[in-house]
Every structure is written in C-alpha cells, then in structure tokens.
C-alpha cells in the first residue's frame, strides 16, 4: 500500500509531466517519495547529479537549448539553497527553470528538527513559492509553469515517505507538454534610419523586423546580422570626426537601437550612456536594458521610415574592416606570446556550421567576440543574465546534450565546443561528475584557457602598473593545478596545446574524430594581456 506521501508525489509528478520533458534528480531521503514517482513515468527523462549546485546548472543549459522548463528535485535543507545562483541566472536571463524541493510538515518547521529550514520563499524575488500539502494544491503547479519562467514547487512530505512495494509505470502518459509564458510586449517605436543608426544587439536579442540592414555591434549570443560592426570600433561612433587617408570623415552616431540584453564591451556600453546619442530600447521580457531611464524611448517591435544613406554604410563598413584588423594584427604580434585572446581565436577560427558553442564569463565571452563571435549557423550560449562564472562546466554538458538531443537523427552528434577561463572549470569541478547510467554528451570539446589565476583584471583598473604590489594576492591568484590528472579522474580525455598553432591543430582533428567529452588545456600567459589590448586600441583607426 502506498503512503499518503506517495501519494502527493505521484500527483505531483503526473503534473510535471505535462511541463518538462527532462527532471534532474538529486540524492535524499525526504525527496524519495518524488524520485520514485519521476523515475516511473516513461514520459520523463530523469537525470541524477550528486550536486544541487551542479543539478541546477545542468538543467539550465538543458533549458538553454530547449526553450522549455527543466526540474531540478532535491531533499529539504540546505539542498535547496544550493540551486540559488542558478536561479538568478535564470531569473536575469529569462530561462524557464523549476526547482522542486521536499520538505518536512508545517508542524516540525522551527522546531529544530534535524535539516529542516525556511525553504518557503527562499529565492525571494527571483521565484514565488507554491506549496503543495496535499492534492488540492496540485493546480497551482499548471498556474505556476504556464505563467512563470522561474518556478519555485515546495512540497511537504511527511512520514511514513514510502509504502512496501515499487511503483509500477503510470499509464497516463503526457505526448504533448503544455504551452510556455508568453513574451512582454512593450509596444511600437517609430524609428527614422535616415539618422545614422547602430544596432547594439546583446544577449536575448532577435532578429527585429525591419532593423535586418542597419550595421549591428552584436554579442556571441546575438543572431549574426547582415551587416555587423567589430565592438572595437564603438569608440570611434562617439567621436565627430576621425582622419583617415588624408580626409575627413563624419563618424558621430545619432541614435542607437538597444536589443536586448547587452553587457560586454565599455566602449559599447558608453555608446548608449552617451548623453548626446538618442537611445531606443527593445526587450521581449519585463527587464529592459536602459541606462538612460526616461530619455530612453521603450518598445518590442519598430515601424521604419527612411534607410541609411550610403555614406554611413561606408563608414560602418570601414570600421567595422578597421576593428577586425587590428584584433588580427595584434594576434600576429609574436611578442605577446600564447594569450587567452590566442586560444579564443584558435576555437572561433574552428567553428563551422550546425555547431554549438558554450562560452564562459569573463575573458572568455569577451575575447570571442573580439576575434568575430556571432557566426551564421553557430549556436552560441553563455551565461549573460547574471554574468557570473558559476556552474559552467555544467551548464556546458546541458548544452551538448539538449543540442544532440535537439538533433537526435543525425548521423553524428553535433559538435559542442565550449571556452571556458582556468578559475571558470575549476569553480565547477563536479560538473564533470557523471555516473556509468548517465546520458552524456557523445561531442563535447572544453577549451580551458588556462593563464594560472584571473587574466581579466590584468585589463581592468586593477591591473595598472600602481597597484601591481598587491595584484597576484587579490586579483591574479594563481592557483597552480595540475589539471591533467583532474581531468583524468573523472574518466575524460585530456589533450594540451602549448601554441596557437598546437590549438588550432588539435581542433581540426577533434572535430573529425571526437567522441565523447575532451578537454583540451591551452597553457596561455596573462602578462601581456595589457599590452594585447592596449596594441588593438591604438591600431583601431581607419
């Protein structure tokens, strides 16, 4: 006979089904009752990670290439509060995720009985919580998944957990899942091309109607436009004219059109706080990206009157030819050695169509798109909402394996290639943990630009030449791991590169003959990543 908590579970489960397609289990006894529930059902497929944190951001890069809820189910306690930096991710991205947690009754909360906490309400703004005691509550599941793209299911088991005997498979089977949150629409912007107009299009952008041929700075995870601008150029759109070959040109940018969620590049990021630019702001979601507040006109689609003139196309044309030079001069300059802007280029220069791509936060995401990130027909993910390195090994394997499933009749599994930064694969080791019965990715490829410790703040305020005393301490910490046998451990194929041309060799072949995960360690050098950056902005002129 089943418990009355199997029960709930059982209820709960059937309700799950009609939302997601893939549940990601964790271990624990006060769960067991919804574990055995999922993993009955044969309309699921049920993942297990030994880490909330991990489970959490595996599912989100599952969700990522889905489009659709991933659950994450955990034990009660301090399990729950493990998935938080997924959920703000999730949150400031707008990916659907759901995190079902059991918990114990309402009588034994506050009572200090062992591993039980405040679990209602415990993501604050980034989820409301739904409590489910008993099967009446199950409807506001259904209201929860159809409205909400973070979802927050507490539900309260109480003892007995289990009945004395296994579940046998439901024959109420879910073949069509019910439909998503819809989008925000911030109405219509009337927008004049005539003026000389840049695109910046950041992460969550789409492809707006009538925006198709105006010069685009977009990020890696933008749609590759038609006419892109390289985002090393930004500075010169501020400027009110530049000297080029012995003429002038008028290069000041008049107004600028926000898509999306765009975070990168300073230079980018003053073009829309530059005072004197008119800023138009386009979202899908209820957060706009607006650094402008009211001098900022808001909206989700436009209505186009006017084109560029041919003048400004030229001059879009020629920065944009300006920006990309410089980044590939600089790369040919021998005395900055094997840098992480190296191995980005290495990656991008090996991508080709109907990959995907994970990028890490950082160097990373910053580097590919110096070196030509978006490509047509790349499907370029990276963790932009809150734009934290947190769970990116995890979120890397996600997408391989919401991709390969995506296009489970090919022959091959398509390629996944991720970059992630040395403290990038380090903060999220037990990603990699994955048991004998697990789904893997059949064509993974992880890059670790591996420059011992932080690269990125060698470019910042933090790298200047005052404040180099205490720089290793606070900001470069090294942190000397041999990574080889890191990796070995945990049954994953490892190869290394000393050069950019060592790189580009070993993923030329890992994109015949990969199978499986590998990572390949590129042993890059931080030193001269001020000197790097300081020779593209001096040569970005035209």
């Not at 489970?55 to 659950?71: M, N, T, Y």
């Not at 024959?171 to 019910?178: K, M, N, S, V, Y």
């Not at 196309?313 to 030079?325: L, N, P, Q, R, V």
């Not at 030329?508 to 590998?518: D, K, M, Q, S, Y």
Request: a negative charge.
């Amino acid at each position: 006979m089943n418990s009355t908590s199997l029960n709930l579970a059982q209820a709960v489960a059937a309700q799950l089904s009609r939302h997601v397609t893939d549940v990601v289990l964790c271990p624990g006894s006060r769960n067991s009752p919804l574990s055995l529930a999922l993993l009955a059902r044969k309309d699921l497929r049920v993942h297990t990670r030994i880490d909330e944190r991990t489970a959490a951001f595996f599912a989100l890069g599952l969700a990522r290439v889905s489009g659709r809820h991933v659950a994450v189910v955990m034990t009660s306690g301090t399990a729950v509060a493990n998935t938080l930096p997924a959920m703000v991710e999730a949150h400031y991205s707008h990916i659907p995720l759901a995190i079902i947690s059991a918990d114990r009754p309402a009588r034994l909360i506050g009572t200090g009985a062992s591993q039980t906490i405040e679990q209602q309400g415990i993501f604050g703004v980034y989820a409301d919580t739904v409590q489910v005691t008993e099967p009446m509550d199950i409807p506001q599941i259904a209201e929860a998944f159809t409205s909400q793209r973070q979802v927050h299911i507490n539900v309260a088991l109480d003892a007995p957990l289990l009945g004395d005997s296994a579940l046998e498979a439901p024959t109420d089977l879910t073949e069509q899942r019910a439909p998503l949150p819809g989008w925000v629409n911030h109405g219509e912007v009337d927008v004049d091309l005539s003026r000389n107009t840049l695109v910046i299009a950041g992460d969550e952008a789409w492809a707006v109607e009538g925006l198709e041929d105006i010069p685009t700075i977009a990020e890696p995870t933008a749609p590759a436009p038609y006419h892109p601008v390289h985002p090393a150029a930004a500075r010169v759109f501020r400027k009110d004219q530049v000297s080029a070959n012995d003429y002038v040109v008028n290069t000041r940018v008049e107004q600028v059109i926000v898509v999306g969620h765009p975070t990168l590049h300073r230079d980018v990021m003053a073009l829309i706080s530059d005072p004197d630019v008119d800023v138009i702001c386009l979202s899908r979601t209820t957060d706009v990206t607006n650094p402008r507040g009211e001098h900022a006109r808001i909206g989700t689609t436009v209505k186009v009157t006017g084109e560029p003139t041919r003048d400004w196309m030229k001059i879009c044309e020629g920065a944009a030819t300006a920006g990309s030079d410089a980044v590939r001069e600089a790369l040919e300059n021998a005395d900055h050695g094997f840098t992480g802007l190296h191995a980005a280029a290495a990656v991008a220069d090996t991508l080709a169509v109907g990959d995907a791509a994970f990028i890490g936060a950082s160097n990373p995401i910053r580097d590919m798109s110096l070196v030509g990130l978006p490509f047509d027909g790349v499907d370029v993910y990276s963790a932009r909402g809150a734009a934290g390195i947190d769970g990116s090994v995890s979120q890397a394997i996600g997408v391989a394996i919401g991709t390969q499933t995506r296009e489970r009749d090919l022959p091959r599994a398509p390629r996944t290639v991720a970059l992630l930064g040395d403290i990038t694969f380090l903060h999220d080791l037990t990603g990699m943990i994955l048991g004998p019965d697990e789904v893997r990715p059949e064509n993974l490829t992880i890059v670790i630009a591996n420059d011992n410790g932080g690269g990125i703040f060698e470019t910042l305020e933090t790298g200047q030449d005052a404040l180099r005393g205490e720089f290793e301490k606070a900001f470069g910490t090294p942190h000397d791991v041999d990574i080889e046998p890191l990796v070995e451990g945990f049954g994953v194929d490892y190869r290394r590169a000393d050069s950019a041309q060592e790189l580009l060799d070993t993923l030329a072949e890992l994109a015949e003959f990969a199978v499986g995960i590998t990572v390949v360690e590129a042993r890059v050098s931080r030193n001269t990543r001020r000197a790097l950056h300081q020779e593209i902005s001096s040569k970005n002129e035209f």
